[in-house]
C-alpha cells in the first residue's frame, strides 16, 4: 500500500512527464486543430465521393447499398457525356488561361511604363473592376449585352461596321464563353503580373538598357526569366481555378445549345440534379479530381517551385 507522500510523488511524476510530452511537440499540437479540419473538408468528401460512384443509389445504411463496381464510370463515358465535357473544359481552360496570361502580362508592362503616379493608380483601378463582378450578375449582363435584338454589342456592330452580328450566343457559344471568362479574369493576371513586374530591380533592367538590349530582348531575357516564380503561381492558381468553373458559363448558357459549352461541372450538376443519376455523377466527379491533380503535378514537375519560396 503507498504511503501519502509515495502517491504525491507519482502525480508530480505524471505531471512532469505531461509537461514534456507538450513541450517536445508543441509545434504539432498547435497544428493538429487545422489538420483535422482540412481531412474533415478534404478527405471525407472525397472517400464519400468514392463510395457514390461504386453503388447503385446511396442508402440511410452505408453498408446496405449494392455495390455496383465501375457501372457507374463505363455509364458515365458511353451515355453520360463524360468524354466530350472533358473535351469541352479543356478547351475552355487552355483557351482562356492563354488569352489570360498574356492580356494580363500587356496591361501590366503598359502600366508599370506610366511615369504618372496619378495614371498608375487610375489604371490599376480600372483594370481590376471586372473581377469585382459576381458571376451569375456576370452572366445576366452577358445575356442582356449579346441579345440579338436588344442587345448592344449586336446593335454596335450591325450599324458601326459594314459586317452583321452573329448571334453570339447559339452560333458561337464555346467562344464567347472564353471571352467573357477572359475579360471577368484577365484582371487577376494584371494584378500578379503587375506586382511581379514591380520586383524586377531596375539595376537589372538599366544594365540590360546600357548593353544594347531592345525593349522586346530585354522582356525575352531579363524580365521573364526574373518573374518566373511570378509568372508560374499565377499560371497555375488560374488553371485550377478554371478547372473549377460553373457560374458564369450555366448562368449563360446552361451547357448549351444542346452540349456546346458543357463544362465537366455542368455536366456533374446535371447528372446530378436533373437526371437524378448520383452515381454516374460522382463517377465523372472522382475522374475529374484525379484528372485535375494530374495536371497540376504534371505543371509542377516540368516547371518546378525553384524560386517560388525564395
Excluded: C
Excluded at 94 to 114: D, K, R
Excluded at 202 to 211: H, K
Amino acid at each position: 500500500m503507498s504511503t501519502p507522500t509515495q502517491t504525491e510523488t507519482t502525480n508530480k511524476h505524471g505531471v512532469a512527464k505531461l509537461r514534456d510530452l507538450w513541450n517536445d511537440y508543441l509545434p504539432y499540437w498547435f497544428v493538429a486543430p487545422m489538420v483535422l479540419v482540412m481531412v474533415m473538408i478534404t478527405f471525407f468528401p472525397g472517400a464519400y465521393d468514392l463510395y457514390l460512384s461504386l453503388i447503385e443509389e446511396p442508402t440511410v445504411n452505408i453498408f446496405a447499398a449494392e455495390f455496383v463496381g465501375l457501372e457507374n464510370f463505363e455509364t458515365a463515358f458511353t451515355r453520360g457525356g463524360a468524354f466530350h465535357s472533358f473535351v469541352i473544359t479543356v478547351t475552355v481552360v487552355v483557351s482562356a488561361l492563354l488569352l489570360e496570361s498574356l492580356l494580363g502580362f500587356f496591361l501590366a508592362a503598359l502600366v508599370a511604363g506610366v511615369e504618372s503616379g496619378r495614371a498608375k493608380a487610375f489604371y490599376r483601378v480600372l483594370f481590376i473592376l471586372p473581377m469585382a463582378v459576381a458571376p451569375v450578375s456576370l452572366a445576366t449582363i452577358g445575356r442582356l449585352m449579346l441579345n440579338t435584338e436588344v442587345g448592344i454589342i449586336p446593335y454596335v456592330i450591325n450599324t458601326a461596321t459594314p459586317f452583321a452580328a452573329p448571334a453570339f450566343l447559339s452560333d458561337l457559344p464555346l467562344l464567347t464563353v472564353i471571352l467573357l471568362d477572359t475579360w471577368n479574369w484577365t484582371p487577376f493576371m494584371f494584378i500578379i503580373f503587375y506586382a511581379g513586374l514591380s520586383s524586377v530591380p531596375d539595376t537589372l533592367v538599366e544594365a540590360s538598357r546600357v548593353d544594347g538590349a531592345p525593349l522586346w530582348r530585354r522582356y525575352i531575357h531579363v524580365i521573364i526569366p526574373y518573374m518566373k516564380p511570378v509568372v508560374f503561381v499565377a499560371t497555375l492558381i488560374r488553371m485550377i481555378d478554371l478547372f473549377r468553373t460553373f457560374g458564369v458559363v450555366y448562368g449563360l448558357t446552361q451547357g448549351g445549345p444542346g452540349t456546346a459549352t458543357q463544362l465537366v461541372s455542368i455536366n456533374i450538376y446535371e447528372q446530378m440534379f436533373i437526371n437524378n443519376q448520383i452515381g454516374v455523377a460522382a463517377a465523372i466527379a472522382v475522374v475529374y479530381l484525379v484528372f485535375v491533380i494530374a495536371i497540376a503535378n504534371i505543371v509542377i514537375a516540368k516547371v518546378g517551385f525553384e524560386g517560388v519560396w525564395d
